[in-house]
């Protein structure tokens, strides 16, 4: 069973694990999908517990989530809901396999790339939100896997949540665009993380782990990788700080995760760009 099953980390997902029993949930399902689909909002109790009861699943894959990081900051209540209730609300009703896909938000960006162990200090409600929940994943009695990631990036038609998105529509338009060069991160390509959590799945492995792509760089950089690879013109990329956008919540800045520790337990390697991005620009 996926919650958040339609968004942009859901439908790569839902592709990798199309010969398989799926049922993929989502508060609202789109009107083209119909088999193996079911509308479910995770704050409400009664409609997760009639949801899992009805399907029984062996593992839940966590997608769910308000993610919307400046949204959360407007409205904190909504955001404890979806990202704390809602995961409790799961965890009373389930006990199997239990995916939590959290984030580098739950740190404060002052000495990244971060491992496992390091401390963690969210700025802002969403980074707190999903703290919490990864609190309580961690206290359930479920056989759970948390997985944390960042800048996760797709292309894709239906889903516009993305970065890369945002800079290939943009400068195709010949839009100018602003984008900051002092956050720093290793961005993941939606493909590559759902092939990390194909493999959690079929691993008997339990505890925290970090993913992201092999690449540690800044925003404005990743902008100008995107623009290079898809043959578009990079000058209409010009940079800024952080600090001018004035944004209601705080970003960590000097962040990104490191996957050493998932690269060994599964015997997998991180993802480089530039290898993503080509596979993105050969298939579009």
């Given at each position: 069973m996926i919650t958040g099953a339609f968004g942009q980390l859901g439908t790569s997902l839902r592709n990798i694990l199309s010969d398989q029993s799926i049922l993929a949930t989502g508060r609202m399902v789109p009107v083209?999908?119909?088999?193996g689909c079911a509308e479910l909002d995770i704050i409400e109790p009664n409609q997760v517990r009639e949801t899992i009861a009805s399907y029984q699943p062996d593992v839940i894959v966590h997608l769910a989530a308000m993610t919307d990081v400046d949204g959360c900051e407007r409205d904190p209540e909504l955001a404890f809901d979806v990202n704390v209730r809602g995961t409790e609300h799961l965890l009373n009703n389930f006990n199997g396999r239990f995916i939590f896909i959290s984030t580098d938000y739950v740190f404060d960006g002052s000495?990244?790339?971060?491992?496992?162990?390091?401390?963690?200090?969210?700025?802002?409600?969403?980074?707190?939100?999903?703290?919490?929940?990864?609190?309580?994943?961690?206290?359930?009695?479920?056989?759970?896997?948390?997985?944390?990631?960042?800048?996760?990036?797709?292309?894709?038609?239906?889903?516009?949540?993305?970065?890369?998105?945002?800079?290939?529509?943009?400068?195709?338009?010949?839009?100018?665009?602003?984008?900051?060069?002092?956050?720093?991160?290793?961005?993941?390509?939606t493909v590559d993380l759902v092939?990390?959590?194909?493999?959690?799945?079929?691993?008997k492995i339990q505890g925290l782990y970090h993913y992201g792509g092999r690449d540690l760089l800044n925003r404005f950089a990743f902008a100008e990788m995107i623009a290079e690879t898809f043959k578009l013109d990079r000058t209409l990329i010009e940079p800024i700080d952080t600090a001018s956008l004035n944004q209601p919540a705080k970003r960590p800045l000097k962040s990104g995760l490191r996957p050493e520790k998932i690269e060994i337990d599964l015997s997998v390697e991180a993802l480089p760009l530039q290898k993503a991005l080509d596979a993105i620009y050969s298939s579009s």
């Open positions: 083209e999908e119909k088999d000495n990244g790339p971060y491992a496992e162990e390091d401390k963690v200090n969210p700025l802002s409600v969403y980074g707190r939100t999903k703290l919490y929940g990864e609190d309580l994943v961690q206290r359930s009695d479920a056989n759970w896997v948390i997985l944390r990631s960042n800048v996760v990036f797709s292309f894709q038609e239906r889903t516009k949540a993305s970065f890369m998105d945002w800079v290939v529509d943009s400068l195709k338009n010949r839009q100018s665009i602003t984008v900051v060069d002092d956050q720093w991160n290793n961005p993941t390509w092939r990390i959590i194909s493999r959690v799945m079929d691993h």
